[in-house]
């Protein structure tokens, strides 16, 4: 046997690029669909040693999945069967590949070499790396990434942007690749791609097979049904339906419709990347559904019983990116992602993008681009069903008691009053001022910037508070709705009549305080205008994620609102600046945002956020109250009261977060 040859100056030939292609296509296709891969030799290529292969899937030129090993080096035939497997079933980031979407796929094969470390430091490192060649692999703070010399030409990169991306993909600050601690590779690699369905030697398998035969499954229901029956009589059934085999499916769901209405009560459960048994599930579910039917006060006979079953889930991109090619709408339903919010549709009869349009208005999607679509196999007697999941408003107490006194401020009132003293330790003459921005950290961080801004205002009698929602409760955009707010320094009241106002004004806001109950970016700024306007009324908004247009829907509705008021509110903005790069590198990133915010530059502090990778928490809030004063015709200036960051208080410049002061008119 000659020795292996190593892959270093590797050329593919057309008829190598095939072979290749044929292999990869053949591995993903039979781990699909569970079938046997052809033996297809890549004759000379088999022993050839290569660092690294990998194998990426893509649907409408979206990645689907991309899998493979780099590094230790290994004969290719063997590197190209463990990435192609990969790719099919386990990239942790997607669902499995399913043999439905197989024919809209292109496969593509990378071939890498060695690792070579890039000398040049810093910004000199842009020049090392040349787009359209290099891949780039990024080591530090023990994390470490990989993107392959592809990814920047698919997203149209420029260097310092495919070395940012690279330290986003190891989960570290995108400017890491900068910092003097961070090792740096570069490396090579042949490709070649083609669709997978022209490559296959055989047409791919579009079907799914059903979880049971219909026997099987008429006799399944019957047990959920007569389970849960016995559940409600006292009795103990079995647990476990003899006759019907067990399974690992990925959805399931019991709907129950009462005999004398269209009322239906719905238990669900579905995951896109795990399974989960079958039997063991569904009786978990009856015993649910069992409790929720007792207190319903329905009896034996009274209702009915639906069961549908999931497996299989596969990917269809975003809903204005949608692909439904070859969707089969009598056998698959539809699962919508947005956030918290989650929708699982089926409708036999209706074609597939009028469901979507339908899931769409189901769920209040306001931002589509961001919701993702996927889809389950499903096995049911039902024609359609809906079953939406998201938070739910929720109006709360009256008082809204502090939620993180003792962490980021002081617990006990002496305290609170001693540091307040601290803060506030040199008058100012106060002047009117239309907005503001100040940062919400712990006091002992940005407490002393917050308070030198808020002495410079002249206080009026209410102040709207708009700061970014930390915390996954509640909705996505939530007005607190309390009627006071709890402190340890004295209570501060709302104003709950505005509040309203602001929900019937403002597209998607939503009276919420599970959103409230714990979230800090309002709550810190609280006991400083206790100090200073002890009778003024607070009205606080935390916002999630958003977009460029519903920032500008905002504002309008926000200056509707303040134009009807006898005195205008204060706009305060709650925002800490860019988080966790070097001291130095922070305060670049900051002065970069805080330029477009002084220039009066709304739309330019997004780009530069967006592109610079800025992790400005409170942009959005800083755009919502821009744009209002714009509209009322009221952004005129803007001016710096302070800037710092936490390694002026920790020492540590290592990773820092940034807090700035402005004023605004």
């Known amino acids: 046997m000659s020795a292996p040859r190593s892959s270093q100056n590797i050329e593919l030939t057309p008829e190598h690029e095939q072979k290749l292609l044929q292999k990869a296509t053949s591995i993903v ?53 463990q990435a192609a497997e990969r790719a099919a079933k386990d990239d942790p980031r997607f669902p499995p590949i399913s043999a439905t979407e197989l024919s809209q796929l292109d496969v593509e094969v990378w071939l890498l070499s060695e690792l070579e470390e890039v000398q040049e430091q810093g910004s000199d490192r842009i020049d090392a790396v040349t787009v359209g060649l290099h891949g780039l692999q990024i080591h530090a703070q023990g994390r470490s990434g990989l993107l392959l010399p592809g990814v920047p030409i698919d997203h149209g990169w420029e260097a310092e942007e495919f070395l940012s991306q690279t330290c986003i993909k190891a989960g570290l600050p995108p400017t890491s690749w900068k910092e003097q601690g961070t090792r740096l590779f570069r490396y090579q690699g042949v490709s070649c791609s083609a669709k997978l369905a022209e490559i296959a030697s055989e047409p791919v398998e579009t079907t799914t097979q059903q979880i049971l035969g219909p026997r099987e499954f008429a006799q399944y229901l019957q047990y959920v049904q007569s389970t849960i029956e016995a559940l409600m009589k006292g009795q103990v059934p079995s647990y476990y339906c003899a006759a019907v085999s067990d399974a690992n499916i990925q959805g399931v769901a019991l709907l129950i419709t009462r005999t004398d209405s269209e009322e239906e009560l719905v238990l669900s459960k579905w995951t896109l990347k795990q399974s989960f048994p079958m039997q063991s599930t569904v009786f978990s579910l009856c015993q649910q559904l069992a409790q929720i039917v007792a207190q319903q006060n329905l009896r034996v006979g009274e209702f009915q019983v639906k069961l549908v079953l999931g497996t299989d889930p596969a990917m269809h991109g975003n809903i204005e990116k949608v692909d ?11 699962l919508l992602i947005q956030g918290q919010k989650t929708g699982w549709f089926f409708e036999r009869e209706l074609e597939a993008l009028l469901t979507v349009a339908q899931a769409q208005q189901a769920m209040g999607l306001i931002q589509p681009e961001s919701a993702q679509v996927f889809s389950l196999a499903v096995q049911t007697a039902a024609t359609r069903f809906q079953i939406v999941n998201q938070p739910r408003a929720e109006l709360g107490p009256e008082v809204r008691p502090p939620g993180v006194a003792g962490a980021f401020y002081p617990a006990d009132p002496g305290t609170v009053e001693a540091q307040l003293d601290d803060l506030f330790d040199e008058a100012e003459s106060p002047e009117r001022w239309a907005a503001a921005m100040v940062p919400h950290a712990g006091w002992m961080y940005s407490g002393k910037i917050a308070a030198d801004v808020l002495k410079r205002i002249q206080l009026p009698s209410t102040i709207i508070v708009i700061g970014p929602k930390h915390t996954r409760a509640g909705v996505e955009w939530a007005v607190a709705p309390h009627q006071v707010w709890e402190l340890p320094n004295g209570n501060l009241k709302s104003d709950a009549d505005l509040a309203k106002k602001l929900v019937e004004k403002i597209p998607g806001l939503e009276l919420d305080a599970a959103a409230h109950q714990k979230e800090h970016a309002i709550e810190v700024e609280l006991p400083l205008i206790k100090r200073l306007a002890p009778d003024a009324h607070v009205v606080g908004i935390a916002i999630g994620s958003g977009n460029l247009k519903r920032c500008e829907q905002f504002a309008e509705g926000l200056a509707d609102v303040i134009q009807e008021l006898e005195e205008p509110p204060l706009l305060l903005i709650s925002s800490d600046m860019n988080h966790f790069a070097t001291d130095s590198e922070n305060r670049r990133l900051d002065e970069l945002a805080l330029e477009k915010m002084v220039a009066l530059d709304p739309d330019g502090l997004l780009k530069i956020v967006n592109e610079q990778h800025i992790s400005m928490c409170g942009v959005l809030p800083a755009m919502i109250v821009m744009k209002t004063l714009q509209k009322m015709g009221n952004l005129n200036q803007i001016e710096q009261v302070g800037y710092a960051t936490s390694g002026d208080i920790t020492g540590d410049r290592s990773r820092v977060v940034g807090y700035a002061g402005l004023l605004i008119n």
Do not use: H, M, Y
């Open 29 to 81: 296709v039979s781990t699909a669909t569970n079938g046997r891969s052809e033996e297809i030799s890549l004759g000379e290529l088999e022993q050839t040693v290569v660092n690294g292969a990998f194998v990426s899937l893509k649907r409408q030129g979206q990645l689907r999945s991309c899998c493979g090993n780099f590094g230790q080096p290994t004969p290719l035939g063997q590197a190209l069967q």
């Open 324 to 334: 439904l090619s070859n969707f089969d709408s009598k056998n698959r339903s539809l």
